[in-house]
């Protein structure tokens, strides 16, 4: 049986400033829009609230240069990253037919890290 969590006054602060997300966001960018609200807002409050939104499924999660990253919109988060420079570029991907074939269930959200050589490092090794 699900857990029911209560709606208090901070949570529904974070909801209507999560509502106000167009795009991928931070925990720490979450907290520091609802903190000009409420100060006694704490991070942990922040966290929990989070996960609280993952584990319904309302929320989704990815890893971007060390940190985590959440969108509401389900989708997939893409980045190419360059075996020579390090360099990681953002890139969209609509669709995913191609590895839905080889999955057995429902795909929400994805996270994708292509590795090769980007356009600048290939040049330098011609």
Same mark, same amino acid.
């Given at each position: 049986?699900?857990k029911?969590?209560?709606?208090t &006054?901070?949570?529904h602060?974070?909801?209507?400033?999560l509502?106000k997300?167009?795009?991928?966001?931070?925990g720490?960018?979450l907290?520091e +829009?609802? &903190?000009? %609200?409420d100060s %006694?807002?704490?991070?942990?409050t922040?966290? &929990?609230?989070?996960k609280?939104? @993952?584990?319904? @499924?309302v929320?989704?999660a990815y890893s971007c240069n &060390? =940190?985590?990253?959440?969108?509401?919109e389900?989708g997939?988060?893409? /980045?190419?990253i360059c075996?020579?420079?390090?360099k990681?570029e953002?890139f /969209?991907l609509? +669709? #995913?037919?191609?590895?839905? =074939?080889?999955? %057995?269930?429902?795909?929400? /959200?994805f =996270?994708?890290?292509v590795h090769? #050589?980007?356009?600048?490092? %290939?040049k330098?090794?011609?």
């Open positions: 049986m699900a029911l969590s209560r709606q &006054r901070q949570k602060l974070l909801q209507e400033e509502d997300f167009t795009s991928f966001f931070t720490e960018e907290f +829009k609802a &903190r000009k %609200k %006694k807002l704490g991070l942990a922040v966290y &929990r609230f989070l609280d939104l @993952r584990e319904k @499924r929320l989704h &060390r =940190q985590m990253l959440h969108s509401t389900e997939g988060h893409c /980045h190419f075996e020579q420079c390090g990681t953002h /969209h609509n +669709k #995913i037919d191609f590895l839905k =074939q080889g999955i %057995k269930g429902d795909v929400c /959200h =996270q994708l890290d090769g #050589i980007c356009e600048a490092c %290939k330098h090794m011609v």
